[in-house]
């Protein structure tokens, strides 16, 4: 079986999607009956700007782990500014979708969250006769309504009579999260059509492991209880919020952790340097491979988003991450990830943007030792039921199902 694959982040970018992508990928190689290509865009996330080693040309072919990947020109810009970024996307879009013409597949699959892959998928599926999975990682376009990238309107309306279009003419939807499916149930989508396959965890990448005692000498926050975030600093993470609580808080032992980069980035390290904040380390993106080493020194896992219903169906693939290092989340996400954390007590919830509520669950979490061991037991089962090699042969049994 021949898998064409279209997503515009792949390795070696490091952000949630192309994470998923090339793991997933990586199990379903060695079935031997299945081959993958991948067409993608020269990396350039999150800057729309092209890595080093990397040219943004019209197409080039190269090799990853046993994986064929074809990179495509795509007009590039910064994960900021919406018109620009929707030219970057409809160009990856329609480079991809003559590059999938030529390239021989049994089945496609496009992954959101920006939802012009999945227009490539559907319009070759339409050509070459050939059937294809759209895989749903974020509700696109409402979640750039919800971000205020864009008022509701005659174009939201259009993209949003696109996107049900698609849904009704993919073979599969493969949603990350049970409440995208009863979302897209409630709209009028199949229920049988519809698998959930969420996030997970690397057991391989991430272990537990002692702090690295060098890292926090070098980064001076020997005896600071850590609390990461570890990502992108984009408009749905509220980062700000973060930061104003920062500066509520008294005790000195307290210290916050940002690596990562994106479309917020600037304004939140200027406003830490405003509020004059002695609590907060600002470091550049790293790579997939030393994730772990700096979640190691971490106490706590940071990850909220932006107040909104939108939300309420998102869970952020950093608390499986965290889980799998036994670190436990504090989270200010509603809905189905607080779900979650709560199931299992892998760590606490705060009500997003609620700077009381964040500060008392953090205070709780770092004074309170018995509740924090608690936590730590629970993180080591929301990884084991959520081991991504599992999830991945869930998902390529859906793969060969609709292949078939």
């Known amino acids: 079986m021949k898998i064409l694959f279209i997503t515009d982040n792949f390795p070696p970018e490091v952000n949630a999607p192309a994470t998923r992508t090339y793991e ?3 199990e379903w190689k060695k079935h031997r009956d299945v081959q993958i290509t991948i067409v993608t865009c020269a990396p350039n996330f999150p800057h729309g700007k092209v890595y080093e080693g990397y040219q943004n040309k019209l197409y080039q072919k190269e090799h990853i782990d046993g994986i064929t990947v074809i990179r495509v020109w795509s007009y590039m810009t910064s994960n900021k500014g919406f018109t620009k970024r929707v030219l970057d996307y409809m160009s990856f879009a329609f480079m991809a979708f003559f590059v999938g013409l030529t390239t021989r597949h049994d089945i496609i699959i496009a992954t959101s969250p920006q939802f012009f892959t999945t227009w490539a ?3 070759i599926s339409k050509i070459r006769r050939t059937p294809w999975i759209f895989e749903l990682r974020d509700i696109w376009p409402a979640s750039i309504k919800t971000v205020g990238a864009m008022d509701q309107g005659f174009v939201l309306n259009q993209l949003t009579k696109i996107e049900m279009g698609l849904y009704k003419d993919a073979n599969k939807v493969i949603a990350v999260t049970d409440a995208f499916k009863t979302e897209l149930v409630e709209r009028g989508i199949e229920a049988e059509k519809i698998a959930v396959v969420t996030n997970g965890s690397n057991l391989d990448l991430f272990v537990p492991k002692e702090k690295d005692g060098t890292l926090l000498r070098q980064l001076q926050l020997e005896g600071k209880f850590i609390v990461g975030y570890i990502g992108t600093h984009g408009l749905a993470h509220k980062l700000d919020f973060i930061i104003q609580a920062a500066a509520a808080i008294n005790d000195a032992r307290i210290h916050f952790l940002f690596i990562g980069d994106g479309a917020e980035k600037e304004k939140i390290v200027r406003l830490a340097k405003e509020l004059s904040l002695k609590n907060t380390t600002f470091l550049d993106p790293i790579g997939k491979e030393l994730v772990p080493q700096y979640l190691s020194i971490v106490d706590l896992s940071l990850a909220p988003l932006k107040k909104s219903d939108t939300f309420k169906s998102v869970i952020p693939s950093k608390i499986f991450e965290a889980s799998a290092m036994r670190k436990p989340t504090l989270l200010g996400v509603e809905g189905e990830a607080q779900k979650i954390v709560e199931a299992y007590g892998a760590g606490l919830c705060f009500e997003p943007e609620n700077e009381t509520d964040f ?10 030792e018995a509740l924090y061991r608690q936590c730590i037991s629970g993180c080591e089962k929301l990884a084991h039921d959520f081991d991504r090699k599992s999830l991945a042969s869930k998902m ?7 292949a078939t």
Not at 359 to 368: C, E, M, V, Y
Not at 396 to 402: D, F, R, T
């Open 121 to 123: 998928a559907w319009a």
């Open 24 to 26: 997933h990928c990586m």
């Open 396 to 402: 390529l049994e859906s793969i060969i199902h609709v």
């Open 359 to 368: 500060i008392a669950k953090l205070s709780r979490l770092k004074n309170d």
